[in-house]
C-alpha cells in the first residue's frame, strides 16, 4: 500500500433539490478497499445519463456500492488490496463501476480494470469504459453481432452511439444510425455509418426498408423507447433483435404483439450496473480480449466537452440537452 494518501478527498454530493444546479463539490474520507480491490487517483471520469437519473432519485446505486455518482474513470492505481496480483501501483488504468467516479480517488475491483495505453490521455481512456462495456453487452452478446448484419442504432451521435458505429464497423456490419440534426448525422457518417437519418425529417422506418432492400434490420439498439417501441417492430427484419437500454421518451407503451410472432422478434435489453462481480469479470475478459487492442485507432473515443469536478452540475445540463456529440468528461486536477 502506497504511503501518504490523505484522509479526505473531494467528491460530488447530490443536494436536497436533485438538480444540476445542486451538485457540489465536498470532502468525503478517503474509501475503503478489500482485499480484491484497487485505489485509485483518478484523472477523469464519465459522465453518462444514468448519472442524472441517480440524481434525480431514479436510479439508485445497488447495495454495496458507493452512493457517490460516476460509472467510470480513469487514472493511476495508488494502492492495492492484499489479494491483487494483476495490478501494480503507478499503473495507468480505466474501469467501469457501480458508483463512485465523481471523486479524487475511487476504489474498483482488480477483475474490472484495462489499462491505458501510453499515447491516450487519461480524458480520452474515462470515455471507453461504459461505451464499450455497453456496446458488447448488448449488440454483440445480446445481439449477435455478426459480419453483414444490418444494425441500426438509435442516438448516433450520443457517447454510446459514437461507439457503437465503430464497434460495429470493425467486425463487418451495415449500420444506420438515427440523429437530431443535419450536424449529428454528418458526425455519425464520419465514424462510418453507412446511413444517418435525421428523425426530426425523415422516417426511420421508412429508411430502414429502403437501406436494407427490404431485409429490415437485423439489431436495433434503442435508447429511446416510448413511441419507438412499434416503430422498432415495423423496421426490424424477420427474427430481429430488438435491445432497449434505456427510455428517453418512456419506459411504457401499448404495442401490437402480432408482428412479434410473424417476424419470430426478440425484444430484450439490460443494465450494467447491478451485475454480479464474476459477471462483470467476464465482459471485462472478453472486452480486453475482442475490442481494448483496437482502441485508438478502429475505436476511438469521441470527447465533446471537459469540465473540471467542481463543475458537475454544468456537466449535466449540458447531458440534458442532448447538445453533444459523443461523451463529456470531468477532470480532476488533484
Not at 404483439?257 to 467476464?282: D, F, Q, Y
Amino acid at each position: 500500500m502506497s504511503g501518504n494518501l490523505p484522509a479526505t478527498m473531494q467528491a460530488i454530493t447530490i443536494g436536497p433539490e436533485k438538480t444540476a444546479e445542486s451538485l457540489s463539490c465536498d470532502a468525503y474520507p478517503l474509501p475503503a478497499f478489500s482485499a480484491d480491490e484497487v485505489l485509485v487517483k483518478v484523472a477523469a471520469a464519465g459522465v453518462n445519463r444514468g448519472d442524472c437519473y441517480q440524481r434525480m432519485g431514479f436510479y439508485p446505486p445497488p447495495p454495496g456500492a458507493s452512493d457517490i455518482m460516476g460509472l467510470e474513470f480513469s487514472g493511476t492505481i495508488v494502492a492495492c488490496g492484499a489479494n491483487v496480483s494483476k495490478w501494480q501501483i503507478g499503473a495507468r488504468i480505466a474501469a467501469l463501476v457501480a458508483g463512485g467516479g465523481y471523486a479524487e480517488y475511487a476504489v474498483v475491483h482488480q477483475d474490472h480494470i484495462l489499462p491505458v495505453p501510453d499515447d491516450m490521455s487519461f480524458v480520452e481512456a474515462a470515455a471507453l469504459p461504459e461505451t464499450i462495456f455497453t456496446v458488447w453487452a448488448n449488440v454483440f452478446e445480446l445481439g449477435e453481432l455478426k459480419k453483414d448484419d444490418y444494425l441500426l442504432i438509435h442516438g448516433g451521435s450520443s457517447g454510446i452511439g459514437t461507439t457503437a458505429i465503430q464497434m460495429a464497423k470493425m467486425a463487418g456490419a451495415k449500420v444506420m444510425t438515427t440523429a437530431g440534426n443535419a450536424q449529428k448525422c454528418a458526425a455519425c457518417t464520419d465514424l462510418g455509418a453507412d446511413l444517418a437519418v435525421n428523425y426530426r425529417q425523415d422516417d426511420f422506418v421508412a429508411q430502414s426498408a429502403s437501406f436494407s432492400d427490404g431485409h429490415g434490420m437485423d439489431i436495433i439498439l434503442d435508447m429511446v423507447g416510448g413511441p419507438y417501441f412499434q416503430r422498432n417492430i415495423q423496421a426490424a427484419a424477420r427474427g430481429g433483435r430488438i435491445i432497449n437500454i434505456a427510455h428517453l421518451q418512456g419506459s411504457q407503451a401499448e404495442i401490437d404483439m402480432m408482428p412479434v410472432m410473424l417476424k419470430n422478434l426478440t425484444l430484450t435489453g439490460s443494465t450494467l450496473r447491478a451485475r454480479a462481480i464474476e459477471e462483470k469479470t467476464r465482459l471485462t475478459q472478453a472486452i480486453a480480449k475482442h475490442v481494448w487492442p483496437h482502441i485508438g485507432d478502429q475505436v476511438k473515443p469521441i470527447v465533446d466537452t471537459t469540465f473540471a469536478l467542481s463543475q458537475a452540475g454544468a456537466a449535466h445540463q449540458l447531458m440534458e440537452s442532448s447538445a453533444h456529440i459523443g461523451k463529456i468528461i470531468l477532470t480532476c486536477d488533484n
